[in-house]
């Protein structure tokens, strides 16, 4: 086995604000404790979640690394006791609670997926984050069936275009909202069934053009605010309403009789907080689930941009842009 240097490269929040406040430092390497093993990252995953931190408004947990970074791809080079070491030399993609953002980066093993032979490193990157927050919201807290309709705001975000490819996976009835005629375009090309322009029409009325009055069976929210009671127009009776973010406010009012009346369901999660216990059973069962679908090719994320570690600031400042589709990456 290579030596391994003592430091690495790391892009670090120098203080809480913009895009600039990203800067490049120099670190010591991690070392894998009991389960763990130390990737030499390939790529790493830019999500919203980054930019909350980065402004200061989302810290990691307790131990978590306070780089930024929660999803990577990279190859084994070093492993904690209770790892078995032939994995050194393998490579696999993570979910992490922080620290992507480097040269190396320390990831449990039980939320390490293997990397398809003839898949790309940069989609194996593109996969955890997103990945893991759609299967379970839709799936095990949205309990979303076969032949069911969803609503899917953002739908040309990393999350909604995972949740278009993993809904017509799985038999859904796809409708999503995007903010130009264009995103709404690119939507249907990634496999949505209708998109609806949220700046240019009423997406409650869309919908219910849409069912046909009769509304959809799960909602997907990741502005929260104001939209809330207005996703709540879009549910059917027994409909389920599911918030993964609250981009348009934290607070929302809502007639709780409405929701009796139609006999509605809301909840939402955060999954970086998330016990290693918890996100270990949840790699199981995507491993199980989703993951044949990863290696024959069916699944793929859809890619945008990929910027050098080193511009981290301008892979931050056109995420904010809202101009992208899909995935933006960093190449470490």
């Known amino acids: 086995m290579a030596k391994l240097p003592e430091l690495m490269t790391a892009i670090e929040i120098s203080t809480p604000g913009g895009p600039e406040v990203l800067i490049a430092s120099h670190r010591p390497l991690p070392l894998p404790r009991a389960g763990e093993v130390l990737l030499k990252v390939a790529y790493a995953g830019v999500n919203r979640p980054d930019v909350i931190q980065r402004k200061g408004l989302y810290p990691a947990p307790p131990g978590a690394s306070d780089l930024p970074g929660l999803e990577v791809s990279g190859t084994v080079v070093a492993v904690g006791d209770e790892v078995d070491p032939t994995l050194i030399g393998s490579r696999y993609c993570a979910l992490v609670s922080g620290g992507g953002y480097a040269e190396y980066c320390l990831a449990r093993i039980d939320v390490c997926l293997p990397v398809p032979a003839g898949m790309e490193m940069v989609e194996a990157a593109a996969l955890p984050e997103t990945l893991f927050t759609v299967w379970h919201n839709v799936f095990e807290r949205g309990f979303a069936a076969p032949g069911e309709a969803i609503l899917i705001h953002g739908g040309t975000s990393g999350i909604g275009t995972m949740a278009i490819k993993l809904g017509k996976l799985f038999g859904l009835t796809v409708i999503v909202t995007c903010g130009s005629d264009d995103k709404c375009a690119a939507a249907i090309k990634i496999g949505a069934d209708h998109a609806i322009n949220y700046n240019s029409s009423d997406f409650v009325e869309g919908v219910k053009a849409i069912t046909n009055g009769e509304g959809v069976h799960l909602v997907l929210d990741m502005v929260a605010g104001g939209y809330v009671s207005r996703n ?26 409405y929701v009796m009346s139609r006999r509605l369901m809301l909840t939402g999660s955060t999954l970086r907080p998330r016990t290693t216990e918890f996100k270990a059973l949840l790699a199981q069962e995507i491993s199980a689930t989703v993951w044949p679908m990863v290696c024959d090719g069916a699944l793929r994320p859809e890619m945008d941009k990929i910027f050098p570690l080193a511009e981290a600031t301008a892979a931050h400042t056109y995420m904010e842009s809202g101009a992208h589709v899909g995935k933006i990456m960093l190449a470490v």
Do not use: K, P, S
């Open 232 to 257: 709540l127009q879009c549910l059917r009776e027994d409909g389920r309403h599911v918030t993964i973010a609250v981009q348009g406010g934290m607070t929302a009012e809502i007639n709780m009789a």
